[in-house]
């Protein structure tokens, strides 16, 4: 079976620009989670859902993030307007309710210059 | 709110050596996860090995095992006959039990495998 599908693997944009990240979850999980990795702050969690919904988005930095799953099997992570301190590893991961297993994706390694 | 700790930034062991990797975590809660995941150069996080904190039995997978003390609160993974692709960042993680909660992950600890 296919596991967490991710795009772009890398993106390369200016400050200003918007830049989408896409992820597909393996098949029938129901949860899907976006975790961002830079040096200074290590993992955190940005937002989650289940069964499409968003249920915590706590981690969201600011109002030029925003993420949206309109369907079981695609999540888009979106950046607007993008700025240096964006620049990080993206993962998409998810997970079977009961599993508790969380499986992550290649990542998204995004600089913004 | 919950913490892991690894202390170890970095280790090296020699190929076919043991290798024990150190986790301390900070909860309230009585029934958690503990994971360890594996990050090589490639940035991939691999799932490594799990447990359950109501199971007093240790994980093992294969070459991989950890030594759970729930009291201590302390979950280090052993490496055993360690082999040059076990060569990564290794991050412990906490999950509360509740259905999709988020992990929590220490700062990690990167391995090097010596030929």
């Known amino acids: 079976d296919a596991g967490v599908i991710q795009s772009p693997r890398h993106e390369v944009t200016e400050m200003g620009q918007e830049v989408t990240l896409r992820c597909k979850p393996i098949?029938?999980?129901?949860?899907l989670f976006w975790y961002r990795q830079t040096m200074m702050r290590g993992l955190e969690l940005l937002i989650y859902f289940n069964n499409n919904v968003p249920i915590d988005d706590s981690g969201m930095p600011e109002d030029r993030f925003s993420a949206k799953m309109p369907n079981a099997s695609f999540s888009t992570l979106k950046i607007q307007p993008s700025e240096p301190r964006d620049s990080a590893v993206y993962f998409c991961?998810?997970?079977?309710?009961?599993?508790?297993?969380?499986?992550f994706g290649p990542g998204t390694r995004l600089l913004v210059l | 709110a919950q913490t892991v700790t690894q202390s170890q930034p970095e280790m090296s062991v020699q190929e076919a050596e043991t290798v024990t990797l150190s986790c301390t975590y900070d909860?309230?809660?009585?029934?958690?996860?503990l994971f360890w995941y594996k990050q090589p150069p490639s940035r991939q996080m691999i799932l490594v090995i799990r447990?359950?904190?109501?199971?007093?039995q240790n994980a093992t997978e294969n070459r991989f095992s950890v030594n759970f003390q729930k009291a201590a609160k302390s979950f280090s993974l052993k490496i055993s006959d360690s082999q040059l692709g076990d060569a990564a960042m290794y991050f412990c993680?906490?999950?509360?039990?509740?259905?999709?909660?988020?992990?929590?992950f220490g700062e990690g600890t990167q391995l090097t495998v010596n030929p």
């Open positions: 447990q359950e904190a109501y199971k007093q």
């Open positions: 909860t309230s809660e009585s029934d958690y996860y």
């Open positions: 993680a906490y999950k509360e039990q509740t259905s999709g909660s988020r992990l929590t």
């Open positions: 991961a998810s997970s079977l309710q009961g599993s508790e297993t969380q499986y």
């Open positions: 098949s029938g999980h129901d949860y």
